[in-house]
């Protein structure tokens, strides 16, 4: 069946599988618009000149069949879905796709990062994820585990010899998104891991993160700050 949750709230989904194939569909949306999309571009660039145009993959069908997700991407450009994601009421036959990491310390705690400044996002607090692009596709498919994991490493350090990784995967689906995760467990108190992953974060010449927020409750999500999947994922993990 397709996932088609009513209104733009996620609901989340516990899966035993995910399998993304690729496809080589050109996206028509995108191409009558390829004009207003540059300038768009164009006026970005100029506000945050970091911004990188690249490929990257968004979801043109998927289906959930018992506690098994499939999908098949295909491949934009950045600029594309940054438009799209302004004008997505126009288009709503593709989603936004992307990993996550919900990292949980010995308490139970999450960990989320808040993305630091001169960034698309700057100031959001969310699970480490990242949009799925060419590292990502091995053998005419998409390998989400390791895109989740590259993810993770380079946000907070943190690599899957350092964490148990919970079987399987929580999805947090809406009309426009689907944001797979994997729950990662740590031995570490929340405080612990919390200075561990700064401690990386204060090496890296070019840090994503400018902080993390531990997150112990469902009183402690807050809403200004994190995007819809972060606070559903987050419900779907902790007591009240």
């Known amino acids: 069946m397709s996932v088609q949750p009513s209104g733009d709230e996620p609901r989340c989904v516990r899966l035993a599988s995910c399998s993304f194939a690729v496809t080589d569909w050109e996206w028509p949306w995108a191409a009558e618009r390829a004009e207003t999309i540059a300038q768009d571009w164009a006026r970005r660039r100029a506000l945050l000149p970091q911004l990188f145009q690249g490929p990257i993959y968004m979801l043109s ?21 940054l438009y799209w994601r302004d004008h997505r009421d126009e288009e709503k036959n593709v989603f936004e796709t992307f990993g996550a990491s919900l990292i949980r310390s010995a308490e139970g705690h999450v960990l989320l990062g808040r993305q630091g400044p001169g960034q698309l996002n700057s100031g959001r607090v969310y699970p480490p994820s990242g949009l799925i692009d060419n590292d990502d596709l091995h053998e005419g498919a998409i390998d989400i585990d390791a895109s989740i994991e590259r993810e993770l490493a380079e946000e907070t350090g943190l ?12 999805a947090a689906v809406s009309e426009w998104q689907v944001a797979v995760a994997i729950e990662w467990r740590s031995p570490l108190a929340a405080e612990v891991l919390r200075q561990r992953i700064l401690g990386f974060i204060d090496t890296d010449a070019q840090p994503e993160l400018d902080d993390i927020v531990i997150v112990r409750q469902r009183s402690d ?12 994922l987050l419900r779907t993990l902790l007591p009240t």
């Open 61 to 81: 069908k998927q289906a959930i069949d018992g506690a098994a997700l499939t999908g098949t991407l295909f491949k934009t450009d950045f600029s594309s879905f």
């Open 221 to 232: 999500i807050d809403a200004r700050a994190m995007p819809g999947h972060a606070q559903a």
């Open 159 to 170: 690599t899957p010899g350092l964490l148990e990784r919970v079987p399987g995967y929580i």
